[in-house]
């Protein structure tokens, strides 16, 4: 657990805030969760909910000071099941917002962002800003990055679908929780991420699928028709984007394909990453030769293993060794 959230547990605690403490709770057990620590984080939610039902039902709860949107995200629904939470929220303060792209790329994030902020004025002339976005690439483009760049951008709560939680064996049960989901983020203004969206849209044509999934797939156009976000936003990535049902890709607003990173971009990348520490004597173009065809995500990789290796060896100074170094163990999977 972080420090900081440590000390506002121990000060809710001794100040008895139960909502406080409630909500820190909650932090708490999809910090451990995020971390991959899913047998703690499922343990400490059912002490919480045995702690909970013990609670004396007569006694007034004061107002509480978390905000009335948070509080109805916090309430989502779980799968019907196993007791599992249908969706994930990624606290503010883990969004990662600083993204590195082709200028027609960046511009039409910025539209997306400009119209949402504009949302009402465009009501007013009968139009509608861009709520329904699909993002596919290959991996480790940024798909997941832009989609927490819009939510921190926008101010909207990410809210990212669990697939683990949602997708069941049993008939029915994956599409209930589909609509379940859906009908808790209209309630409240949020982004809806749709990580690997492929799991509940692939194409209807395969014959190798079980007719179960079809079921799902039909669900899932359905419900994006009816899905109206409560001035909210709806965000789907894929990695198989030519697997998708040819019906869902008129479904979004916007469709962007996040590319890999130019010579450019991964220039940039590696010398931001690396800001935090001394850079030496660096043969750039060379550098950017080896990395060809890299991703944005190894880019990052590449440079935080220099920097690592730097300071591990007492040199405190990046020098071209590392980075090779780096690279070239990246290129050996």
Not at 117 to 135: E, P, S, V
Not at 137 to 166: I, Q, S, Y
Not at 303 to 318: S, T
């Amino acid at each position: 657990m972080k420090a900081e959230l440590l000390k506002r547990f121990f000060r809710a605690i001794a100040s008895s805030d139960q909502d406080a403490i409630d909500k820190l709770t909650y932090l708490v057990i999809e910090e451990e969760r995020s971390k991959g620590h899913t047998l703690l984080a499922d343990q400490l939610e059912n002490i919480t909910k045995k702690s909970q039902k013990e609670k004396p039902t007569n006694i007034s709860k004061p107002a509480s000071s978390v905000p009335e949107n948070l509080q109805t995200l916090t309430e989502l629904s779980t799968s019907k099941r196993f007791n599992l939470p249908l969706v994930t929220i990624i606290p503010r303060d883990h969004l990662r917002h600083h993204m590195v792209l082709p200028i027609n790329i960046e511009k039409r994030f910025c539209r997306i962002e400009r119209e949402y902020a504009a949302r009402d004025r465009l009501a007013h002339h009968g139009l509608r800003y861009r709520q329904k976005i699909l993002l596919y690439g290959p991996p480790g483009c940024g798909k997941t990055l832009g989609a927490e760049r819009l939510a921190w951008n926008t101010g909207l709560p990410l809210l990212k679908v669990r697939f683990d939680a949602m997708v069941s064996s049993f008939l029915g049960e994956t599409a209930s929780n589909l609509r379940l989901v859906f009908e808790d983020a209209s309630k409240s203004p949020c982004l809806l991420f749709l990580d690997e969206c492929d799991s509940i849209a692939k194409t209807r044509e395969d014959s190798q699928e079980v007719g179960e999934i079809k079921r799902v797939v039909n669900t899932f156009l359905q419900i994006l028709d009816e899905y109206q976000p409560s001035s909210g936003l709806l965000v789907a990535a894929t990695n198989l984007n030519k697997s998708l049902d040819t019906a869902l890709w008129r479904r979004f607003d916007d469709l962007i394909a996040v590319p890999k990173p130019g010579e450019q971009e991964l220039e940039f990348i590696l010398k931001e990453t690396l800001s935090a520490i001394e850079v030496g004597s660096i043969n750039w173009p060379r550098i950017i030769e080896q990395m060809r065809d890299f991703s944005a995500a190894q880019a990052v990789r590449v440079a935080q293993d220099a920097a690592k290796r730097a300071i591990l060896e007492r040199e405190e100074l990046v020098i071209q060794e590392h980075l090779e170094e780096a690279i070239a163990e990246i290129k050996v999977f």
